[in-house]
């Protein structure tokens, strides 16, 4: 008995898994919701070209939506998540914000050089282009329903609010004295939005009382990054810092609650909703917010905590999720859009379909657990992939060491320098002459060279030595190389060749950069007079 324990102990057969939260070793209810959401596997890992700087769903079934990034809006498909239109054309530099208008047929964006265009989303032809900011546009959002304005705010801390069909603005709304970053139209009024601005403030506006400026302010105490309109139409979220913020608008600006779980930045936030239709958390909205430390975090605004948190392995810049609850996109630095799909039965989106809800139960298949008390445990393939309570072993790849390395390992110089000189890539050479310059071998070897290889070495200096991350180094030991080789390259014709090639380029270059003085002599007088002005 006594054995039996102490093999137990030694050579667990199951390891222990670390809890995944303080309380429980089980995950809640929401937080398998929040899970559900996974990449389908049919579909191709979607990484654009740049920072994805906004996402956007439309409003209309099958909820396509857009993502910007460098100059371009790109259109994804609701149905399959996969690259539907790109419009690229119209824009002149890094878009950065996208909106629907209510019925998903045209979009407005906005770019870096300062202008907004309203887009067709068939013929990707710009019906409009509305021109009044002079520094870049952030934000640009249609109201809930209207169809013919729109706002915007920019860099020129101004927010304008435009008549689509003259394209002309009516209003110029000032009050912010910094970067406007973010906007939002209310989810209850076409005529009320609110702003927000790099000077911490945010900015509650009425189109219908404008005499007084804006009919609310509210100070966030950072530099604000996105703000939203909760579904009541009664609350603002304010995000900034690493801190998102709850106000009631109707009880005249009062804080309500500030989460502080992020360690870097939060640099977008929007609405989800728990698409349940029994439980505790069922029909019940959600603030998902991203941040630069790579964590998404699902706030529970009436319970006043976070509920789910998910890390993923790039800063994240936007989020956006889709108003039947199916669909959760992220979007990060490198430009990589990581798609969330939630699994919904064909009774379920019958229901979807009539109600409109998108409230579906998730009910994850129950799975038999291979333990290694069952028989097919060690009947598993090299396909099996591994599960939670498995070690994962895997084989160290093998580094390919290259000719010249291995020379150098077993203190064949020469040899070395010859082999580097032979390959194509001049940072392994100029790599090697280093090594050897530690090692106080480099001269030697260029005496002991024979006269083909002498040519390989006077070959890589003339092309290389004017190169200016090379040239400090490869100059000195050109003189070297000529001082040392000087008979045997008097009696070959070939070296001499080399020689007169090397003389020709640094002439050039010297050339060059006695111009290029002359231009600096000419250019510095007048940038200091422009500067004086």
Known sequence: MAENQSIARTFPVKPKLKPTSANSTTPTPESKYWRSFKTPKDLQSQTLVSAITSLSFSPISPHDFAATHSATVSIFS???????????????????????RSDGRLIAAGDLSGAVQVLDLKSRVPLRRLRGHTRPVRAVRYPRADKLHLFSGGDDAVVKYWDITTESKIYDLLGHKDYVRCGDASPVSDDMFVSGSYDHTVKVWDVRVLNSGSVMEFDHGKPV??????????????AGGNSVKIWDVLGGGKLL???ESHNKTVTSIC????GKESGEEAQQYRILSVSLDGYMKVFDYAKFKITHSMRFPNPLMSVGFSPDCSTRVIGASNGTLYIGRR?????ESLELGVFGGGFAPVEEPRRRVLRPSYFRYFQRGQNEKPSEWDYLIKKPKKIKVAEHDKLLKKFMHKDALVAALSGKSPENVVAVMEELVARKKLLRCVSNLETEELGLLLRFLQRYSTMPRFSRFLMGLTKKVIEMRTEDIKSSDELR????????DVEEEIRVQQTLQQIQGIVCP???IAARR
């Open 497 to 504: 060749g080399h020689i007169r090639n090397l003389k020709r």
């Open 257 to 259: 609650y500030t989460m």
């Open 343 to 347: 699994k919904v039965k064909d009774s």
């Open 78 to 100: 609701g149905q399959t998540l996969e690259p539907k239109t790109t419009i690229s054309s119209a824009f002149k530099d890094t878009v950065t914000s996208a909106s629907f």
């Open 271 to 274: 609405v989800g909703k728990v």
């Open 526 to 528: 007048l940038l200091k």
């Open 225 to 238: 990054e996105d703000v939203i309109y909760l579904p009541s139409g009664g609350l603002v979220a304010t």
